[in-house]
């Protein structure tokens, strides 16, 4: 299947998606560089998991920012601790989709900005890390 290009809108932001791959079990799209499985589990219903890190390095120390404006529902990490390339760092929610945000490199958590329950917009900044 040849990749599909389409530029979405919600609630005024606009994302660049491609279509990777489809089949019985899914697909996989990148949404603005990141890559997501979305899993069916019946015709109504769907979970959107990142399968990779984003694709743009973030830069010695760079911050993981939001890649969609939602809520944060879990954070799994706190400053100080050590973390591994694709380890869980937190839940964001958007549109009824949860979706597990990954260490983009090993390091230490430098800051926490976030906390469970509070909404976030695109592009704000999650988690920063030390340099």
């Keep these: 299947m040849k990749n599909k290009h389409l530029k979405v809108f919600l609630d005024g932001t606009e994302f660049d998606v491609e279509v990777q791959a489809v089949d019985a079990h899914g697909l996989e799209v990148s949404v603005n560089g990141r890559l997501y499985k979305v899993e069916f589990e019946d015709l109504d219903e769907a979970a959107l998991i990142p399968v990779i890190a984003p694709t743009a390095p973030a830069g010695p120390g760079g911050p993981l920012r939001a890649p969609m ?7 799994m990490v706190k400053t100080g601790d050590e973390v591994g390339v694709g380890q869980e760092l937190l839940v964001l929610e958007a549109m009824k989709m949860k979706n597990v945000l990954r260490a983009p490199r090993a390091g230490r958590v430098a800051a926490v900005d976030v906390a469970a329950g509070q909404s976030v917009a695109h592009g704000d900044v999650l988690v920063r890390f030390e340099e």
């Design 69 to 75: 404006p939602g809520d944060v529902t879990q954070v």
